[in-house]
């Protein structure tokens, strides 16, 4: 059974930095697409960052330079360095696992992320 579970939410101050983790339980690991989505109050879910099997990562444009994502496949685990952090970075943020080639998806539950001084 795949289970994706995120870690490391919590309150910050503007300008701090937090460190997401996402372990994943089942076999899918190393053969998926990995991505942080986060979803603010009100709006929609977006596309945070995406690292590919091999860790070829892609940004959406307001984290650029702020944010890091990484993967270890050896532990099953995929994170996000969030530096620099603003109000507007405050949200749930989602792991998601697709498998590489396939319409197959998987999602966390989600961790809260709170910028506020």
């Known amino acids: 059974q795949v289970q994706l579970v995120e870690s490391g939410g919590g309150l910050v101050q503007p300008g701090g930095s937090l460190r997401l983790s996402c372990a994943v339980s089942g076999s899918i690991f190393s053969r998926s697409m990995m991505s942080w989505y986060r979803q603010a109050p009100g709006k929609q879910r977006e596309l945070v960052a995406k690292?590919?099997?091999?860790?070829?990562?892609n940004y959406e444009d307001s984290v650029k330079d702020r944010f890091t994502i990484s993967r270890d496949n050896a532990k099953n685990t995929m994170y996000l360095q969030m530096n620099s952090l603003k109000p507007e970075d405050t949200a749930i943020y989602y792991c998601?696992?697709?498998?590489?080639?396939?319409?197959?998806?998987?999602w966390g539950r989600g961790t809260q992320v709170t910028v506020s001084s």
């Open positions: 690292i590919t099997p091999g860790s070829s990562a």
């Open positions: 998601n696992a697709r498998i590489w080639a396939s319409d197959v998806v998987y």
